[in-house]
């Protein structure tokens, strides 16, 4: 059995496709390295955070609340006051009681680091028992 491979032409004709088996070969092979090292590549770290069982604790009448507002503008009570005289406010609103507990609330829009200034604030003021106030809820995980 013979195969004739020249037609009687002197130059051979140019092939004009491409032949994508090599590349189809070398797509499923980084696709399989991807499959396999992307999984090894991210970080999971697994935590059971606890959940809280405390009991509703009543509040009294006279209790400080301090309030940051989304545009970071503070309340004390439900009357505004600047930043430079909170502490001047703290002490004109509790007559002076660096005890008294202050009941800190936050905006959810309101960043880590702008309620870490306004604690140091506190803590530069004098008063370091801070309450942070959030949503109660019955679900427990």
């Given at each position: 059995?013979?195969?004739?491979?020249?037609?009687g032409?002197?130059?051979?004709?140019?092939?004009?496709?491409?032949?994508?088996?090599?590349?189809?070969?070398?797509?499923?092979?980084?696709?399989?390295?991807?499959?396999?090292?992307?999984p090894?590549?991210?970080?999971?770290?697994?935590?059971?955070?606890?959940?809280?069982?405390?009991?509703?604790?009543?509040?009294s009448?006279?209790?400080?609340?301090?309030?940051?507002?989304?545009?970071?503008?503070?309340?004390?009570?439900?009357?505004?006051v600047?930043?430079?005289?909170?502490?001047?406010g703290?002490?004109?609103?509790?007559?002076?009681?660096?005890?008294?507990?202050?009941?800190?609330?936050?905006?959810?829009?309101?960043?880590?680091?702008?309620?870490?200034?306004?604690?140091?604030r506190?803590?530069?003021?004098?008063?370091?028992?801070?309450?942070?106030?959030?949503l109660?809820?019955?679900?427990?995980?």
């Amino acid at each position: 059995m013979s195969v004739r491979v020249d037609h009687g032409e002197d130059t051979l004709s140019e092939v004009h496709e491409i032949n994508v088996t090599p590349f189809i070969d070398v797509m499923l092979v980084l696709l399989i390295i991807f499959m396999v090292a992307a999984p090894l590549a991210t970080v999971d770290i697994s935590v059971d955070l606890p959940a809280s069982n405390a009991r509703h604790q009543p509040r009294s009448d006279k209790s400080m609340f301090l309030t940051v507002k989304s545009d970071l503008t503070l309340a004390l009570g439900d009357n505004p006051v600047a930043r430079e005289s909170l502490g001047a406010g703290l002490d004109n609103a509790t007559g002076g009681d660096k005890e008294q507990r202050v009941f800190l609330r936050a905006d959810r829009a309101v960043s880590y680091g702008d309620l870490m200034d306004v604690m140091n604030r506190l803590r530069a003021a004098g008063y370091l028992k801070i309450a942070l106030v959030g949503l109660e809820s019955d679900q427990q995980r």
